[in-house]
């Protein structure tokens, strides 16, 4: 079983260098993982590195722009299923898979590990030790994440695994799982408590506590932090511990927040 990485022309804030799209396969078939975006030139560097073997899949992680959209013009150049978790904006799976489903590769197989956080439609792909982490863990930067509970839940499912290696979505492999969602696990729980401590200190809005927590981040990633500092209260919200509400501004960075208890 060998895995080709190529690197989509997508560079970006959100993106890094560009989305890793890897074609798994052996000498008769191959299966792609999130294709990227529809960029002529990535298509036609997928198709060459199938190289005419039989295609059992293209499968995505998830449905966001920069990993989905260029695998149904795949799927159909190439006459094979698309997998995924669930629909998206361009992007319309033949085959749904959730936690567990297996695709098979004809001596191995694929297995699915529904992973929701960074998106709710978010899956993993298994094979032997080696993890597709798609979005849910990236190489070199910090994932955005739309369920903060849900995210930290699924980092937990992952530490039981005897991972050796993974392959994520953005940035370089990473060749020592165990330690990074380690890693990802507490950076996220001391975020929680730093935003603890502005709401302590008066903090009453995203944009406030943003202010106090990232006091040490250029200001032009700010609005991008308020999002992740959203998805913590939000979580602090389901946890008892604050009052959100979103409807009392328009903009995010105002949304006001209050202190239920300490
Ligand atoms: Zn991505």
Redesign the pocket.
Known sequence: MNIAHLLAPNPGL??GAG?NTYVVGGDRRALVI?PGPVINEHFDRIVATIAGRETVGVVVT?S?P??APLANPLGEELDAPVFGFAPGPDFMPSDLVGEGDQISLGDEVLEVVYTPG?SDDHICLLLGTTLFS??HI?GGSTVMIDNLSRYLASLEKLQPMALSKLLP??GPEIDDPAAVIDYYISHRREREEEIVMALENGARSVGAVVTDVYQDVPEELHRIAALSVAAHLRKLTEDGLVTFSDDSASDLWDTLVGMVRS
């Open positions: 959100f993106t989305t999130d998830h966001h920069d990993h960074h798609g979005d990236i979505g953005h």
